[in-house]
């Protein structure tokens, strides 16, 4: 009894009977198997796209601020006036205050 077991084990008979019985449980398997590495891989590139994003917004970031304190600082008066004397540029400061203009009066 148990060589005719052993023999259809060593020979492949009980594998095939089981693949021919349960194809279906297996090919879903296999699916769940490709859907897994499929997501898998996704969720990988998005990781390494948001990484590369946030790189490039930090960096981003630290040049506008570079760029906004280069202006506010240009943007003063006592550097307005700097500039005018290295260049050469003889302009005075206004003597009167700006006033506002209203439209009713004209």
Known sequence: M???????IMGGQTVKSLITKQWKLI???????LLYITFKFGARGT??????????????????LSKYTLLL??????????????NGIELLPPQTPPQ?????DM
Not at 2 to 8: A, G, T
Not at 27 to 33: E, G
Not at 49 to 64: F, K, M, P, V
Not at 100 to 104: K, T
Request: hydrophobic share 35%.
């Open 2 to 8: 148990k060589r005719p077991v052993l023999k259809n």
């Open 27 to 33: 090919f879903y398997i296999f699916l769940l198997l």
């Open 47 to 64: 990781k390494i796209t948001l990484t590369a994003n946030e790189d490039t917004l930090r960096n981003l970031r630290s040049e506008y």
């Open 73 to 86: 600082r240009t943007g003063k008066r006592g550097e307005i006036e700097r500039l005018l004397e290295d």
């Open 100 to 104: 506002r203009i209203d439209s009713e």
